[in-house]
């Protein structure tokens, strides 16, 4: 490690300190996980934690969820505006205030370990109701945000230490299960003060100063490398558009377009040329957008650059005020934050294919699959996202069943599922054939099958059942996805009350193939014909 513009820390103490700042992140996010009472922290770890100076700037970050960590910014910047106090701890989920979506709800405390505020802590989980006009609040059909749950600007749950009982009551009020929301909220709140508990060690270690010192140190080095990737990619604009599968309301294609400008060591991504803002829900906050475009930055550089301020500096992103990426409220939103990012990640990756020939590859599934399933009295609510097939690489085949792009959580385990829910897990299992044919493979999608055994909600916001994954360099697409309700066929996007003993089936999509087929090898043709992975074609 080098240090070119700050002799304030040698190289050593500053590796040093990386390190530390990471490992306080990631207890944070731990912390987090250890603590919360529902599954869908604890177990598919849909959570955030990140730590920032007092400027406002990410020095370090859990390895978490993408599409959370590059809002996070935002937040800190929101809370900032309230003039926080040694002691406070901040809560919003407001996208139109640093926030991405209602049930992403984000605590900010400043760090202030001999009195004076250095940093800020922030952790951001999505829970499994924050109100609105379905269980789960991530309803199909919402035309404006107020149906989506209650909307959090940034308020003080604790004030000098002690929790305001007004405010958290006022929350509990409007969610449904409040006694888990309380227990997540608890598990939250634990995180950042382990950050707190953190920072005052590193300052007994090494001196405020130089921990100070280090922030700033730590910044200069991951822009100093970014900018060195950069300015290895070819100068020039780079443009691609793709397309989303209607918005809940209508099943009409929304269009999203870019233009990627590389001019030595700065990058420009404009979005002029996306639609407008949508009446249904698949509206992103800018700072979504954001959050995919520094992803995909990311993957086409050196994902080993340490991400913090220093990586997004020479970044610009820009959406017309308006537009889906960029909407003005009370537009609905919850489904930009988890399936509008996809397709932002989507969009980006192809504009930069020209210029970084080999670290791009084939489209992944670029959903999330969200499936919802509650009742309606608040006395369970289920929330997963479900992994599909991951794109082929240049000299790889792609993964079968991951996650992919903007989300990185894990999945539910069964038994977990039919332990606290009443849901039955019929079908887990690859599907066979959905793997974009190449020289290298496009990775296999699932099929889970679930019975619900009470009368519920069930609501699936998810993407290609209509434009399918697309395969690079004259690779196969991958296979579509499906919903099914009782075996009958649904829309990508769908909200319905249904029976106790009612089967919800999710189809998720497989990634493209890479490379000519006729160029595959023989040796994994034969594999996977032996592990049941032939992909559409492989007769």
């Known amino acids: 490690m080098t240090n070119r513009t700050d002799d304030r820390i040698d190289p050593i103490t500053l590796e040093v300190l990386r390190n530390q700042f990471e490992s306080a992140a990631e207890e944070m996010g731990q912390t987090l996980i250890r603590g ?24 370090a970050q859990a390895e978490h969820i993408p599409v959370h960590l590059g809002a996070m910014p935002q ?18 989920n407001d996208p139109f205030s640093g926030g991405t979506h209602l049930p992403d709800v984000t605590m900010v405390s400043p760090l202030a370990p001999e009195g ?17 006009m379905t269980p789960g609040s991530m309803p199909a059909g919402a035309r404006e945000i ?47 003060e382990r950050a707190e508990v953190r920072l005052a060690s590193l300052f007994d270690e090494h001196g405020r100063e130089t921990v100070i010192d280090g ?20 100068d020039g604009t780079y443009k691609a558009t793709d397309l989303l599968e209607g918005d809940g309301l209508t099943d009409e294609d929304i269009e999203i377009a870019v233009t990627v400008t590389i001019d030595g060591d700065t990058i420009d991504v404009d979005f002029t040329g996306t639609a407008d803002q949508v009446s249904g829900n698949l509206n992103a906050p800018l700072a979504v957008a954001m959050s995919a475009v520094y992803f995909v930055v990311r993957c086409v550089t050196d994902p080993e650059i340490p991400p913090n301020h220093g990586c997004y500096e020479p970044i610009t992103v820009e959406a017309p005020k308006g537009s889906l990426l960029n909407p003005e409220p009370p537009a609905a939103v919850v489904g930009g934050n988890v399936e509008t990012s996809q397709r932002v990640t989507d969009v980006v990756f192809t504009a930069l294919a020209a210029a970084a020939p080999g670290r791009v590859p084939a489209q992944s599934q670029g959903t999330m699959n969200n499936l919802t399933i509650g009742a309606r009295d608040g006395s369970f609510t289920y929330y997963e996202t479900i992994g599909g097939g991951f794109g082929a690489r240049a000299n790889k085949d792609g993964m079968d069943g991951v996650q992919v792009g903007m989300t990185n ?22 599907r066979p054939n959905s793997g974009g044919r190449g020289q290298f493979r496009g990775g296999l999608g699932i099929e889970r099958t679930v019975t619900v055994e009470r009368d519920a909600t069930i609501s699936l916001l998810t993407e290609r059942r209509r434009h399918a994954p697309k395969g690079v360099d004259g690779g196969k697409d991958g296979g579509l996805g499906a919903n099914l309700i009782d075996d009958e066929p649904v829309a990508a996007k769908t909200t319905v009350d249904v029976e106790a003993g009612t089967t919800v089936t999710v189809r998720t999509p497989g990634g493209g193939g890479h490379g000519d087929p006729n160029d595959r090898d ?11 992975k032939r992909t559409e074609g492989d007769q």
């Open 215 to 234: 922030f700033d140190a730590l910044i200069e080095y991951s822009r100093e490398r970014i900018v060195r990737e950069i300015e290895a990619l070819p």
């Open 522 to 532: 023989e040796k994994a043709r034969a594999a996977d014909h032996a592990d049941g």
């Open 146 to 192: 107020y149906q989506e749950g209650l909307r959090i600007p940034p308020i003080r749950l604790v004030e000098n230490g002690e929790i305001r009982e007004d405010v958290r009551s006022l929350v509990l009020a409007n969610v449904r299960n409040p006694s888990e929301r309380k227990a997540d909220f608890r598990a939250q709140l634990a995180a950042n």
């Open 75 to 92: 937040a800190v910047d929101a809370v900032k505006t309230y003039d926080p106090e040694p002691g406070d701890v901040f809560v919003l």
């Open 409 to 430: 959580t894990l999945n539910t385990p069964i038994e977990s599922i039919e332990t606290e829910y009443p849901l039955r897990v019929e079908r887990y299992a690859f």
């Open 116 to 132: 004076e505020i250095v940093g800020y802590a922030v952790s951001r989980a999505h829970h499994a109701d924050v109100g609105g």
């Open 36 to 59: 919360a009472y529902s599954p869908n922290i604890k177990e598919r770890r849909d959570c955030s934690t990140a730590l920032f100076d007092a400027a406002g700037r990410m020095i």
